[in-house]
Every structure is written in structure tokens, then in C-alpha cells.
């Protein structure tokens, strides 16, 4: 568990997550940042929206493409609540983001640094830098809650 | 090489296929079928739209999804002209695709029976029934011509 100043684009993620919390959803929020500015963000939706694919991740990529009107996010950072699953990281890989920083880890769910690590086999296109841990507590927490309210 | 009848769904998806290609997309087509009947279709379209998750199979899955109003498509079954992606074998199992049907196999991106092998892992929630070979000559002639083209 890291104990640092949480940097911005992770805060607002966090608040993305405890947003997708208030409306029922699996809190994980995410955003992607270019050059010191959010350009996409999203929070996890897919109850709400009756879409598998609502993903924090996959929304926020899709807003940025949009935003940037194109379907490379190169030179673009994903912050994200949550390790990302083997779809979102498959995302992140056709985005061609250059740095991916998660809070959470996840055992279960993870395909970063657990299950099918996405990005560690020869074939994958595109390798971003990864970093975890910065804001970690924070993250789990909201999702410790979440599925405590619910048990 | 399979010889084989293509299935009507399989069918649907090279059509799909076909007219990605003519809109300078890669030519990948999907359908998801219940009960005989496509509810969802897709075909890749990331240039166009600009959006790095547009593949067929997430396209289908979304379109399918929204068709009945439920995030989970217990019971369907989707047909694609290509062995899925890490992003979109995520969505496959996120959907809850009861069988996955894929025409060619793909070596590089694919993520099913080659890299990261995304139904594979313990963790995965998950595992469709998968069956692939069927309609795999006309598939792969679709993306050996639309890159000989290209070059």
C-alpha cells in the first residue's frame, strides 16, 4: 500500500467511481489525461445501460478518441481505479496508450498483472508504461463498501 | 481447412465483413443469434468512427444487448470471420456468450486460441463453447485481399 499526495487525474477517477457507486454500478471510474488535460473520462455503467462492455476504461478511451477525433490515443495517459480486465486492457492496447496508472490491484478480475496478462506475450501490438498503487486504499475501500452494502 | 455449408449467421457476418472492407475498414464481420433469430450484428469500424473498441464482435455484443435490455446475453451465441482479440474475448465473457464461432484463425491478434488466451486462466468467469474452422477459406481470402491492396 503506497502513501502518496493522490495526483489529479487519479482524484477525479475516485470521484468517477463513487459516482458509478451512487447509481448502483460497480464503482470504478477512469480517465485519460494528454498533456495535463482530461480529455475522456467514464465510469463503470453496465447495469445502467445494459451494455457488458460500459467499462470505465472503454468509455473513457471512447470519449477521448472522440474528443481528439482519432482512434489512437498515443502520447495519452489512462488513470483508472481499478486494474484493468483482459477487455479493457485489449482497449488500452488498440488506443495505443502510452502510460497506464491503476489504483487497485485485482486478483480476480485483473488481466494486467494477473490472469491472462494481456500485455506480456510476444504478440501484443503495444506495451504501455504501467504503474499501480497511488491511491490504492482509496479505491479499494469504495469497492469494499460497495459489496458490503450488497451482501 | 474446413469444406462445409456456412451457416446463415456465418454467412451474415462475411457480408459484414465484405462491406467493412468497402468502407476501408479491416474486414471483420459478428452477429449474435437467440434462439435462430441475429438480434445483434457488428462490423469493424475504427477508422470511421474514430473509436479504437469499434470491432465487430463488440459492436455485435452491444447492439444484441441494447436489442433485449440486459447487459447478459445468456443463451446467444456469436458468429465472427475472425478469432477475437484480448478487448473483445473480455467482452465475450462479460456478455456471457453461451457459444463463439469463429471462421479464421489469427495467429497475431488473436486472443482465443493464441497470446493471451483469455478463457484459459482460472480467473476467467466465464468460458463459451468455441468452434472455429467454418468459413475460415472465405474469411481469410476477405483480409488477404483487403491487405494485398493496401500495400
Known amino acids: 500500500m503506497t502513501r502518496w499526495p493522490i495526483p489529479d487525474p487519479m482524484a477525479r477517477a475516485l470521484a468517477l467511481a463513487r459516482s458509478a457507486a451512487a447509481e448502483g454500478e460497480v464503482p470504478v471510474g477512469a480517465v485519460v489525461v494528454r498533456a495535463g488535460e482530461v480529455i475522456g473520462e467514464g465510469r463503470n455503467a453496465p447495469r445502467g445501460t445494459h451494455d457488458p462492455t460500459a467499462h470505465a476504461e472503454v468509455a473513457a478511451i ?20 481499478l486494474e484493468p480486465c483482459a477487455m479493457c486492457a485489449g482497449a488500452i492496447v488498440h488506443a495505443r496508450i502510452a502510460r497506464l ?15 491472462a496478462r494481456v500485455f506480456d ?11 499501480s498503487g497511488i491511491g490504492e486504499a482509496e479505491a479499494a475501500d469504495l469497492l469494499r463498501t460497495f459489496f458490503r452494502a450488497r451482501r
Open 101 to 115: 496508472y491503476y489504483a487497485a490491484s485485482d486478483p480476480k478480475g485483473g488481466a494486467v498483472a494477473h490472469g
Open 62 to 81: 471512447r470519449a477521448a478518441a472522440s474528443t481528439i477525433g482519432d482512434e489512437r490515443l498515443t502520447d495519452c495517459d489512462l488513470y483508472v481505479t
Open 121 to 131: 506475450h510476444p504478440q501484443c501490438l503495444h506495451r504501455p508504461e504501467v504503474y
